[in-house]
């Protein structure tokens, strides 16, 4: 493993970070306020950032799955909220029909997902299956060309604004596991109901919803993969997923981490920048090392996946690392800064509220531990 990046890459870190900086940041505050950003995800489709590792073929952009994880993360730094629309969209709402869809599945949705004409969405969650997702209870009914699908979930990432939503649902209970199947759902289909909008203590401009099936029409044609192949298409895609969220807890750990930084030399207590005093310095350094330690790991599992390699354990291992790291950094930053910290002034408050859920979505820091532990 060479610890350089191609010249893709690295043109591919600056455009991001030219493009969140001038496109990102001056929209963060509405993001705060509620607004769902529409307009930015526009202009991100437009530069290709919305279909990053998708093939050519199928309108994307078709760059390597470092430069995806470069792009999440260069996001994150500037706004969680954008990191983890652009995540699920690409790693669970589009890369579950790349890789499990047929051709005519792949040619009607990808390319309008890889343009960002469309969003994605992954239902996986339900108000009694969350870490044990094989528990799950929707049910689809096979009726002549279609399937009936009841059920309701949970904590949807991009819910009410996606255009397509892969479904999990079980076609034979007796089966567990393997009886579930995925499903490509047009926001459109008759018995799909959007249900409650949550009020999250972060991550205020990405939507997080409530949804119902009720006596759902989707056509047969639509089943992703084989009945039965479900749980392996929400499993596999959740590990490169993983990957993502990690890359966005970096980013939100970096951003902490410089805003830290650069607050330390300036202010002066005691007659000199509190940089300089070693209850500072030692956090800032303490802060950076798990920065570095989360990035190295994060790194790993994304060459891995990138070579091909079975990568879910050090999938797990990042995010488990990455996520705490977020935790940690943000809550220090808010020392650093003292009292200002706490305010809404500085930025510091706003990383501390959206680290958190790193630790909890696409599998809490406790599911990644039996993952890791399980191929131990
Ligand atoms: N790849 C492919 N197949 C896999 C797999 C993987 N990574 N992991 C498991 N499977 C297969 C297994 O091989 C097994 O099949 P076989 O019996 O043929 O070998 C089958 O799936 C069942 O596996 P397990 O017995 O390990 O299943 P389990 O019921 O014990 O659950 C679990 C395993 C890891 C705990 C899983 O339930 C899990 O990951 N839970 C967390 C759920 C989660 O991450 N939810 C996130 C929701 S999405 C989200 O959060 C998006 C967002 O908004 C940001």
């Given at each position: 493993m060479h610890l350089k990046f191609t010249e893709e890459q690295e043109m591919m870190r600056k455009m991001v970070r030219d493009f969140a900086q001038a496109e990102i940041a001056p929209y963060v505050d509405?993001?705060?306020?509620?607004?769902?950003?529409?307009?930015?995800?526009r202009k991100m489709g437009e530069l290709g950032l919305m279909g990053i590792p998708i093939p050519e073929k199928y309108g994307?952009?078709?760059?390597?799955?470092?430069?995806?994880?470069?792009?999440?993360?260069?996001?994150?730094?500037?706004?969680?909220?954008?990191?983890?629309?652009?995540s699920v969209h690409t790693s669970v709402g589009t890369n579950p029909i790349v890789y499990f869809g047929t051709e005519t599945q792949k040619q009607k949705y990808v390319p309008k997902l890889a343009s960002g004409e469309y969003l994605g969405a992954f239902c996986?969650?339900?108000?009694s299956a969350g870490s044990d997702a094989g528990s799950l209870k929707s049910k689809a009914v096979k009726k002549g060309d279609q399937y009936i699908i009841n059920g309701s979930k949970v904590f949807i990432t991009n819910g009410g604004e996606a255009d397509v939503y892969i479904?999990?649902?079980?076609?034979?209970?007796?089966?567990?596991?393997?009886?579930?199947?995925?499903?490509?759902?047009?926001k459109d289909t008759?018995?799909?109901?959007?249900?409650?909008?949550?009020?999250?203590?972060?991550?205020?401009?990405?939507?997080?919803?409530?949804?119902?099936?009720?006596?759902?029409?989707?056509?047969?044609?639509?089943l992703l993969g084989e009945e039965g192949e479900g749980f392996k298409i929400a499993m596999s895609n959740l590990d490169v997923g993983r990957i993502g969220i990690a890359a966005q807890a970096l980013g939100i750990s970096e951003a902490a981490l410089e805003a830290s930084t650069r607050y330390a030399k300036e202010r002066v207590q005691f007659g000199k920048p509190i940089a300089a005093q070693q209850g500072i310095g030692f956090k800032l350094a303490d802060m950076a090392t798990a920065v570095e330690g989360a990035r190295l790991l994060i790194y790993r599992a994304a060459h891995m996946r990138q070579n091909g390699q079975k990568c879910g354990k050090e999938a797990s291992m990042a995010k488990l690392f990455a996520s705490k790291t977020a935790v940690e950094v943000t809550t220090d930053a808010i020392q650093v800064f003292g009292g200002y910290g706490y305010t809404e002034?500085?930025?510091?408050?706003?990383?501390?509220r959206d680290a958190k859920i790193t630790e909890i979505y696409e599998g809490t820091s406790e599911i990644q531990k039996l993952v890791i532990s399980k191929q131990l």
């Amino acid at each position: 493993m060479h610890l350089k990046f191609t010249e893709e890459q690295e043109m591919m870190r600056k455009m991001v970070r030219d493009f969140a900086q001038a496109e990102i940041a001056p929209y963060v505050d509405r993001m705060e306020a509620g607004e769902f950003p529409r307009e930015v995800l526009r202009k991100m489709g437009e530069l290709g950032l919305m279909g990053i590792p998708i093939p050519e073929k199928y309108g994307g952009s078709e760059m390597d799955f470092m430069s995806y994880i470069i792009a999440i993360n260069e996001i994150s730094k500037v706004s969680a909220t954008i990191g983890v629309i652009l995540s699920v969209h690409t790693s669970v709402g589009t890369n579950p029909i790349v890789y499990f869809g047929t051709e005519t599945q792949k040619q009607k949705y990808v390319p309008k997902l890889a343009s960002g004409e469309y969003l994605g969405a992954f239902c996986l969650t339900e108000p009694s299956a969350g870490s044990d997702a094989g528990s799950l209870k929707s049910k689809a009914v096979k009726k002549g060309d279609q399937y009936i699908i009841n059920g309701s979930k949970v904590f949807i990432t991009n819910g009410g604004e996606a255009d397509v939503y892969i479904v999990f649902a079980s076609t034979n209970t007796a089966l567990g596991t393997k009886g579930i199947s995925a499903f490509i759902v047009d926001k459109d289909t008759p018995g799909l109901v959007i249900g409650k909008d949550e009020h999250k203590m972060g991550l205020h401009g990405s939507r997080t919803l409530q949804l119902s099936f009720e006596d759902m029409e989707v056509p047969s044609e639509n089943l992703l993969g084989e009945e039965g192949e479900g749980f392996k298409i929400a499993m596999s895609n959740l590990d490169v997923g993983r990957i993502g969220i990690a890359a966005q807890a970096l980013g939100i750990s970096e951003a902490a981490l410089e805003a830290s930084t650069r607050y330390a030399k300036e202010r002066v207590q005691f007659g000199k920048p509190i940089a300089a005093q070693q209850g500072i310095g030692f956090k800032l350094a303490d802060m950076a090392t798990a920065v570095e330690g989360a990035r190295l790991l994060i790194y790993r599992a994304a060459h891995m996946r990138q070579n091909g390699q079975k990568c879910g354990k050090e999938a797990s291992m990042a995010k488990l690392f990455a996520s705490k790291t977020a935790v940690e950094v943000t809550t220090d930053a808010i020392q650093v800064f003292g009292g200002y910290g706490y305010t809404e002034d500085y930025p510091v408050e706003r990383y501390f509220r959206d680290a958190k859920i790193t630790e909890i979505y696409e599998g809490t820091s406790e599911i990644q531990k039996l993952v890791i532990s399980k191929q131990l």
